[in-house]
């Protein structure tokens, strides 16, 4: 027997030929794999016989359930954490205004002012948040010299 060529739909081919040293005879078994059609093609002789492999459906191994129950877990925690993104913005965007309610208040009721500089100073204290902040941070005293000087600031700038 010759050595039979690979044909295009077995792209790995070999021949394996196994002797019996009492006889003269050779038999020689041809197995071809097909990676395209994932089929196995095995030849004793001139017989043929033709199999395909079916995927029987197995349950997913460990690496693929640790996978699965990874992306489940980051799912679930993108969705907490959007939540609390949100909860964390509207807490915020409560805390701001309720700061900046409280900085009114307390410049309305200063006597230390002139109407027209506790209008400029609400103003100025509406615009800047970061402000408000310092502003209710400050000791009585510390508030004062504190205004003077953002009115004088805001003076300058307005000629």
Excluded at 63 to 84: C, R, Y
Excluded at 125 to 146: C, F, P, T
Aim: net charge neutral; hydrophobic share 40%.
């Amino acid at each position: 027997p010759g050595i039979v060529p690979p044909s295009p739909a077995a792209p790995s081919t070999y021949l394996a030929s196994d002797t019996d040293a009492g006889s003269a005879a050779m038999s020689s078994v041809l197995t071809s794999v097909s990676r395209q059609d994932k089929r196995k093609i095995s030849a004793l002789g001139s017989d043929i016989s033709v199999t395909s492999s079916s995927k029987q459906a197995r349950p997913p191994s460990v690496a693929v359930k640790a996978q699965q129950e990874g992306n489940n877990a980051i799912t679930s925690l993108a969705d907490v954490l959007k939540d609390f993104g949100k909860t964390l913005t509207d807490t915020t965007a409560a805390t701001a205004a309720n700061d900046l309610a409280r900085a009114v208040s307390m410049v309305s009721q200063s006597t230390m002012f002139s109407d027209d500089d506790k209008m400029d100073l609400i103003d100025y204290l509406g615009l800047n948040e970061r402000e408000v902040v310092k502003y209710l941070n400050m000791d009585e005293k510390l508030r004062v010299v504190w205004v003077q000087r953002c009115l004088a600031n805001i003076r300058a700038r307005s000629t």
